[in-house]
């Protein structure tokens, strides 16, 4: 084990401490790119945006640009979007259709496939002499999909995509898998920044519904009429506290390795989480006994919440999020949010369903909004020098883990706990400390042992 920037004593998730350097540090920031960022499976595209051959689409792997490419054969790869001249970007487009990739400096020319196929005056600059075969684009060794989406990993002793999944796999299938057509994505992507360091929002989607009646209050007040809510949208008075809908129901928290955390409650509502009501509501309501057929009722049955896949993929059942924390520097992430819908469902909902997800989780949601101010402030506050020495505690439900005999997955806890979060920094520490994938899948396993005691 090489622990060359102390990670493992920043981190101590059996006792629920963390010290908040991990979220400012620049060397900590760099050696996470090299660690976690070039040796996990990244998400990268969803196939429906990529459908015929020689359509791309641009993203990041950590902050490497990548370019993915659908190959004359169907298949997929994946490049860094760098021409191999003097490095320059390659292709500076957010997705399109080409039957080349010719770089803007000096105009090398990149086939769908990688490969460098022409240099301006190669015979009299190069003499003929430059040996193109070596010079093709730097190629994502793996890629590979689940259910729509694309994801890629540098790191060729990774475990494959769904051995990595494990027991998230389970949860993301209520999201992708509800009915025979599989899913699409509607629209573009909204992108947008917000100055906090990525673990806060991937932690948060992946163990963190006590935020809600907080955090949220305002939106649960007006969108979930109850007495206990003040559903009447009146101010809550002196002493009164928001009180979402799950707050007695039976829930948990989930991790099952890898990082990977759900924050679920269950509902005997097919449309929880949608958050309005309408069509988009109709729809989870009329497919629901498809969704029951092909996942079963607890899935099916909205098995509803936030999500996120280690290190940087989240989504949300219902509003139909899902979002990649892109890193930009250890206070800085770049959030890219796709609206992922049935694609078998009608065209009315798919409208309704954009307009929807905008207006809860796109770049000025409700909902989004809420959240994004809590990491802001937060990251302001780590520019203090004694705040950045003072402990978080993540002790929330500790020694309470349990594993389900219902035929939910992981390691579960009360609907409100922090199970997940210290599943995910322990993962984090162990990729940042371990040298080789044998070490990490060593230290994940011991750990999952060590956390129920049956
Ligand atoms: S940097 Fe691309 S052709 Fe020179
Ligand atoms: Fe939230």
Same mark, same amino acid.
């Given at each position: 084990? !090489?622990?060359?920037?102390?990670?493992?004593?920043?981190?101590?998730?059996?006792?629920?401490?963390?010290?908040?350097?991990?979220?400012?540090?620049?060397?900590?920031?760099?050696?996470?790119?090299?660690?976690?960022?070039?040796?996990?499976?990244?998400?990268?595209?969803?196939?429906?945006?990529?459908?015929?051959?020689?359509?791309?689409?641009?993203?990041?792997?950590?902050?490497?640009?990548?370019?993915?490419?659908?190959?004359?054969?169907?298949?997929?790869?994946?490049?860094?979007?760098?021409?191999? %001249?003097?490095?320059?970007?390659?292709?500076?487009?957010?997705?399109?259709?080409?039957?080349?990739?010719?770089?803007?400096?000096?105009?090398?020319?990149?086939?769908? !496939?990688?490969?460098?196929?022409?240099?301006?005056?190669?015979?009299?600059?190069?003499?003929?002499?430059?040996?193109?075969?070596?010079?093709?684009?730097?190629?994502?060794?793996?890629?590979?999909?689940?259910?729509?989406?694309?994801?890629?990993?540098?790191?060729?002793?990774?475990?494959?995509?769904?051995?990595?999944?494990?027991?998230? &796999? *389970?949860?993301?299938?209520?999201?992708?898998?509800?009915?025979?057509?599989?899913?699409?994505?509607?629209?573009?992507? %909204?992108? *947008?920044?917000?100055?906090?360091?990525?673990?806060?929002?991937?932690?948060?989607?992946?163990? !963190?519904?006590?935020?809600?009646?907080?955090?949220?209050?305002?939106?649960?007040?007006?969108?979930?009429?109850?007495?206990?809510?003040?559903?009447?949208?009146?101010?809550?008075?002196?002493?009164?506290?928001?009180?979402?809908?799950?707050?007695?129901?039976?829930?948990?928290?989930?991790?099952?390795?890898?990082?990977?955390?759900?924050?679920?409650?269950?509902?005997?509502?097919?449309? &929880?989480?949608?958050?309005?009501?309408?069509?988009?509501?109709?729809?989870?309501?009329?497919?629901?006994?498809?969704?029951?057929?092909?996942?079963?009722?607890?899935?099916?049955?909205?098995?509803?919440?936030?999500?996120?896949?280690?290190? $940087?993929?989240?989504?949300?059942?219902?509003?139909? $999020?899902?979002?990649?924390?892109?890193?930009?520097?250890?206070?800085?992430?770049?959030?890219?949010?796709?609206?992922?819908?049935?694609?078998?469902?009608?065209?009315?909902?798919?409208?309704?369903?954009?307009?929807?997800?905008?207006?809860?989780?796109?770049?000025?949601?409700?909902?989004?909004? !809420?959240?994004?101010?809590? *990491?802001?402030?937060?990251?302001?506050?780590?520019?203090?020098?004694?705040?950045?020495?003072?402990?978080?505690?993540?002790?929330?439900?500790?020694?309470?883990?349990?594993?389900?005999?219902?035929?939910?997955?992981?390691?579960?806890?009360?609907?409100?706990?922090?199970?997940? &979060?210290?599943?995910?920094?322990?993962?984090?520490?162990?990729?940042?400390?371990?040298?080789?994938?044998?070490?990490?899948?060593?230290?994940?396993?011991?750990?999952?042992?060590?956390?129920? %005691?049956?």
């Amino acid at each position: 084990m !090489d622990d060359r920037l102390n990670v493992r004593t920043m981190v101590d998730a059996k006792k629920g401490k963390i010290k908040p350097a991990i979220y400012t540090d620049p060397d900590i920031y760099q050696l996470e790119l090299e660690r976690v960022f070039a040796r996990s499976w990244l998400f990268l595209a969803h196939e429906s945006m990529i459908p015929k051959a020689g359509d791309f689409f641009t993203t990041y792997m950590g902050e490497d640009p990548i370019v993915v490419v659908r190959q004359k054969d169907g298949s997929i790869e994946a490049f860094l979007n760098q021409c191999r %001249h003097r490095g320059m970007r390659l292709c500076h487009a957010d997705g399109g259709n080409t039957k080349a990739f010719t770089c803007a400096y000096h105009g090398w020319a990149y086939g769908l !496939d990688g490969g460098l196929t022409s240099v301006p005056l190669e015979e009299q600059a190069y003499r003929n002499k430059l040996d193109k075969s070596r010079w093709g684009l730097t190629r994502v060794p793996r890629v590979s999909t689940y259910k729509g989406l694309v994801f890629g990993n540098w790191d060729n002793e990774a475990p494959d995509l769904e051995t990595y999944m494990g027991d998230i &796999a *389970w949860y993301l299938d209520g999201f992708l898998d509800r009915r025979d057509g599989g899913t699409e994505v509607l629209g573009g992507v %909204h992108k *947008w920044v917000i100055e906090c360091n990525w673990k806060f929002a991937a932690e948060q989607f992946c163990s !963190d519904q006590y935020h809600a009646p907080y955090t949220h209050a305002s939106a649960i007040q007006v969108l979930q009429a109850s007495p206990a809510n003040k559903g009447d949208g009146k101010p809550l008075g002196d002493g009164q506290t928001p009180r979402p809908v799950w707050a007695d129901a039976l829930g948990g928290v989930q991790f099952g390795g890898n990082g990977h955390g759900s924050a679920f409650f269950f509902t005997e509502k097919p449309d &929880a989480n949608v958050w309005v009501d309408g069509v988009v509501s109709a729809y989870f309501r009329d497919t629901y006994a498809e969704a029951e057929a092909r996942l079963g009722k607890v899935r099916a049955l909205r098995l509803a919440g936030h999500n996120t896949m280690f290190p $940087t993929l989240s989504w949300l059942n219902g509003t139909q $999020t899902l979002r990649v924390w892109h890193p930009r520097g250890p206070n800085q992430i770049e959030v890219w949010a796709f609206c992922i819908c049935d694609r078998d469902a009608p065209v009315e909902v798919k409208d309704a369903l954009i307009k929807s997800h905008a207006r809860a989780f796109g770049p000025a949601g409700f909902l989004e909004q !809420d959240d994004s101010e809590n *990491w802001v402030e937060v990251q302001k506050v780590l520019q203090g020098h004694m705040a950045r020495k003072t402990d978080f505690c993540v002790q929330m439900g500790l020694g309470f883990e349990e594993r389900r005999d219902d035929g939910i997955p992981g390691v579960t806890n009360y609907t409100f706990a922090e199970t997940a &979060a210290r599943g995910f920094y322990q993962h984090w520490a162990d990729m940042m400390s371990a040298e080789s994938w044998e070490e990490i899948n060593a230290l994940s396993a011991a750990y999952q042992k060590e956390l129920v %005691h049956e």
